[in-house]
């Protein structure tokens, strides 16, 4: 067992997610059969995740799905699970993120008082009304939990069995699924070694590799953390709280491109399945304070380094589930530490929103103040971070003393500030310098110009690299839409090698992208009420909305058209403000002339739009008639650092992807709203040849 070299020499420098597929995983809405209800599911579509380590890596393509794809018309809210509990005479007090009551799945022992709050272990999601048991682990809908409620007081029970959640039966090849599965996991913790195990060598270079040289091996012991030499990958365990019974497990590899370390990371069960709080087994009952950091090596850093318990996201930065929310209710104070770059300073202030800001702070990134792991191998006091660590609530009214670490925060991390770079679009990095958390994007173009297929290629690009996405397709499908999507993503035509469908397929579906189920007018709170609903569920960072006409037909005004749009804009630009999530909002211009460029002021409606804005796109087309037109994208207006500028697109119809031309037509950027013509330079060309043809008929005529 050797790494090259090269380990030993240079930092870990890069972190990524690898995903292997094994066969496409659905988003099933499962009805349970205690008896018929209507449930109500959000209006959401899942490419799900499917994040597999397999030692055969192929599976079956199954076709056959038991699915139910509604939308809410009428969300749940805390109020309303109030009144029911209450009608109902059951006993709860209210808890961060859940509400608190008995279980039950359990019979409570003889002489217990019902009133105990340390006997309530069935939390309530305040805001999905979804139902988990600690004791037992039985979790469900907020119809599920009305359903049991009306089964024990209609038959006078106490208490139901566990059990009496029944979802739909697996098929046979579900459950030969689980049963490999399950097999495999075993095989793999079986055959894993615990570290002080290894000849001495062996551990110390698997330590340096994987940045844990301070870490020792009674803290590697302590979380279970054991080495798995078939694939050279430390294995971090998922142990059930009840019995430390293994109930899945996470592989972190590494390996060496070029200079750089690179990390990958592979789970079982699959992803969208693996909900495991690293560390929490070694949580005592009656602890309430605890740190949350994003990386299971950071979570033992801090661990051995404060004796604090510490808790490791499964997910990194990138999503809290809600599922996980109910375990972190008996802590008073959660520290989030979440790592030491941009983009983790702002996932934590994001979930500390989730978690309930009077009971969160957040550890501010910095030099002095990297990751719990690098901290520890620098030398640095573990501690004395965690003593500096600031309240993530605040007043309305605040000093320059308060913004002043977030202004130098900006000014030396200038390219993590500007936002995700797209790999596709490299002009558009020049003029916008990247995508933006809490930005709203209006973007227009001509009639069948291609906007959709151009927006759906921008935010594919942005997909790619790990931006939470959901789509508000109004105007086509949603299975035209995700045709066009994964064409660009395979950048071939798949209807033309139908062998190579599955394979696509299953990498799509890694994609952390959603659709909602809407199609044609819709109601702008209705819509609006769904997208809250994946920001929480989901953590979704950017929000495209095709298109804003189709949404404006059932809104309920008694004024004009123009008012109800400008309604529903800043319905969009708090939106975004609020849930720091990009939101990107198609509208169609208003009729120009064909020979004319659109500006700003072609936005359909008023100039609202353009107002709220933070950046306004152009697709601009030249139509021409012996050959395809050609089209150009114009940054109109950029509010991040004001350049604005155009760029050539040209146009793949095999792909039905944009890539900007390499001809003569280069990026010209400025400082100002206005630009001057995207197509001079088609002008000057004609004019240059037709000067050349005058001159030569002259010397034809001498």
């Known amino acids: 067992m050797q790494w090259p070299v090269v380990f030993l020499k240079k930092p870990i420098q890069i972190f990524k997610e690898m995903f ?144 009496v959640l029944v979802g739909f039966p697996d098929t046979e090849e579900e459950q030969e699924e689980k049963e490999m599965d399950r097999r495999e996991m075993q095989q793999i913790w079986s055959n894993s070694i615990v570290l ?37 990958s430390l294995v971090f365990p998922w142990l059930c709280n009840r ?3 293994i109930k899945g497990l996470k592989l972190l590899s590494a390996d060496c491109h070029g200079d750089d370390v690179v990390y990958s990371e592979a789970t079982f069960p699959k992803p969208n399945a693996y909900h495991n709080l690293f560390g929490l087994s070694l949580v005592g009952p009656k602890d309430n304070e605890v740190v949350l950091t994003g990386q299971e090596i950071d979570a033992m850093a801090v661990s051995q380094a404060t004796g604090l318990p510490s808790v490791a996201l499964p997910k990194g930065v990138s999503c809290l589930p809600p ?31 989730k978690l309930g800001l009077k ?22 006091v573990l501690g004395k971070i965690l003593k500096a660590s ?38 558009l990095n020049k003029i916008l310098k990247g995508h933006r958390k809490g930005e709203l994007t209006v973007f227009t173009g001509p009639t069948g110009s291609g906007k959709t297929t151009f927006i759906s290629e921008y935010a594919l690009d942005l997909c790619m690299q790990g ?15 995700a045709k066009i999507i994964l064409t660009q993503f395979s950048q071939q035509r798949l209807e033309e090698s139908m062998d190579h469908f599955d394979e696509w397929a299953d990498k799509f579906e890694e994609l952390p992208l959603y659709f909602m189920t809407f199609h044609g007018q819709q109601n702008i709170k209705t819509v609006t009420d769904t997208m809250q609903h994946a920001v929480y569920l989901y953590d979704i960072s950017h929000v495209v909305i095709d ?11 008694s004024l004009d058209k123009f008012s109800v749009q400008d309604y529903i804009i800043s319905n969009f630009r708090k939106f975004a403000t609020d849930n720091s999530c990009h939101v990107t909002l198609i509208i169609h211009p208003r009729k120009e002339e064909d020979d004319k460029d659109l500006q700003t002021a072609s936005i359909f409606g008023t100039a609202k739009a353009s107002q709220e804005a933070d950046n306004v796109l152009i697709l601009q087309e030249k139509k021409l008639v012996t050959r395809p037109g050609r089209r150009f994208l114009q940054v109109a207006k950029n509010r991040f650092d004001g350049d604005v500028g155009v760029f050539p697109l040209e146009f793949n119809k095999i792909s039905l992807t944009f890539s900007p031309t390499t001809g003569k037509i280069k990026l010209r950027k400025s400082k100002e709203e206005t630009l001057e013509k995207p197509l001079q330079a088609d002008i000057t060309e004609k004019e240059g040849k037709k000067k050349k043809k005058k001159k030569d008929l002259e010397v034809n005529t001498d």
């Open 390 to 427: 600031i309240p993530a609530a605040h007043k309305s009214i605040i000093s320059f003393r308060q913004l002043r670490e977030d202004v130098f925060g900006e000014l030396t991390n200038k390219d993590q500030v500007s936002g995700i770079k797209w790999t596709r679009f490299p002009e």
């Open 323 to 353: 599922v996980l929310l109910p375990y972190l209710e008996q802590f008073r104070k959660i520290t989030l530490w979440l790592g030491g770059d941009l983009r983790c300073w702002e996932a934590s202030k994001i979930f500390a929103r």
């Open 20 to 163: 292997i597929p094994r066969r496409p995983i659905y988003f099933i809405m499962t009805q349970r059969q205690l008896r018929p209800v209507n449930i109500q599911t959000p209006a959401l579509v899942r490419t799900c995740q499917s994040t597999f380590w397999n030692l055969r890596f192929q599976r079956n393509y199954k076709k056959d799905l038991k699915t139910s794809l509604e939308y809410f018309e009428n969300p749940l809210n805390v109020t309303e699970i109030r009144q029911y509990l209450k009608s109902k005479d059951i006993l709860f007090y209210d808890g961060y993120c859940c509400l608190h009551t008995a279980t039950l799945f359990k019979q409570r022992s003889e002489g217990s008082d019902s009133t105990e709050r340390d006997k309530f272990s069935l939390f309530i999601d305040k805001t999905t009304g979804q139902f988990l048991c600690k004791e037992t682990l039985v979790e469900g809908t907020w119809e599920d939990f009305q359903d049991c409620i009306e089964v024990m007081q209609k038959e006078g029970r106490s208490f139901l069995s566990p059990n």
């Open 467 to 481: 931006v939470n996405t959901l789509w508000g397709s109004f105007e086509i499908n949603n299975v035209r839409l």
């Open 547 to 557: 298109n804003l006409q189709f949404m404006m037909g059932q809104e309920n005004f």
């Open 196 to 232: 002080s195990d290894l000849p001495e060598d062996d551990a110390n270079l698997i330590k340096i590799m994987f940045g844990i040289g301070k870490i020792s091996n009674g803290t590697l012991k302590k979380f279970g953390v054991r080495f798995f030499k078939p694939t050279k």
């Open 359 to 380: 009971r969160c702070s957040l550890i501010r990134p910095g030099d002095s103040q990297p990751c719990p792991s690098i901290a520890l191998a620098k030398g640095i």
């Open 243 to 245: 019995n430390n019974s």
